[in-house]
């Protein structure tokens, strides 16, 4: 499905639930004007209903019915905004995106972008599989220049298709002075709408927002 194609199919979704919750509102408004019919009809002559306590309940009424309007327009914005931010992003299809999140590994190098400190004097490169479990270390330059991953064991194996993330380990005589996230490239396959806000799908299915993304470059 395309961009456009999802956007109307929000709108729609929306407009749907808007109508759907209007006809709620209107069975329940027959339903209170049923009750005071009701009621009325079957009040003791002697003591009869005070008419402030049915002009109560109709401002009670009128309330919950504002209230529920109110509820409504929020909705349908919400909605609308939505939509919006991925019709924004549909450039971004295709694209590359730089972003801590998990890169997918499909026999292809991987891009990593470590940052070890200036100060240390050994740095690691630090594999996790999907469980985030360790399972490869390599010693790398104490530089901020983007490597490429192979994906080949140190036996000289390759690794098993899937997702890895990466860490780089900043060392100064041999003590550990910093572990910290490493950006990727990874291949940006579709926008959505999640839990009513936009986000980004990556090749392997990870799903992360716009705010993850520290940078785009053309798709390979």
């Known amino acids: 499905m395309d961009i456009s194609s999802l956007t109307s199919a929000v709108q729609s979704a929306s407009t749907q639930g808007v ?3 209007s006809s709620v509102l209107s069975s329940d408004f027959e339903t209170f004007l049923h009750m005071m019919t009701t009621q009325a009809k079957y009040q003791d002559p002697l003591e009869p209903i005070d008419s402030s306590e ?3 309940q109709l401002a009670q009424f009128s309330m919950v019915e504002q209230q529920v309007k109110s509820n409504e327009l929020l909705s349908g914005l919400a909605a609308q905004l939505g939509a919006g931010n991925m019709a924004s992003m549909a450039g971004w299809i295709g694209m590359e995106a730089r972003t801590t999140a998990p890169a997918f590994f499909d026999g292809a190098p991987v891009t990593v972008e470590p940052r070890p400190l200036a100060a240390a004097d050994q740095a690691y490169l630090v594999v996790y599989d999907k469980a985030g479990e360790e399972v490869q270390r ?11 991953w192979a994906g080949v064991q140190d036996d000289g194996s390759p690794f ?12 100064s005589n041999g003590e550990l002075m910093d572990l910290s996230p490493v950006e990727t490239y990874s291949r940006i396959t579709e926008a959505r709408i999640e839990a009513g806000a936009a986000v980004l ?15 785009l470059r053309e798709g390979a």
């Not at 390599?138 to 490597?147: C, D, H, K, R």
Request: charged share 15%.
């Open 160 to 171: 098993e298709e899937g997702q890895y993330s990466f860490s780089v380990e900043s060392r």
């Open 19 to 21: 109508n759907q919750a």
């Open 54 to 56: 049915y002009a109560a």
């Open 138 to 148: 390599t010693l790398i330059a104490v530089s901020a220049e983007p490597i490429e």
């Open 201 to 215: 799908v990556l090749e392997g299915g990870t799903l992360i927002t716009t705010a993850q993304v520290s940078g």
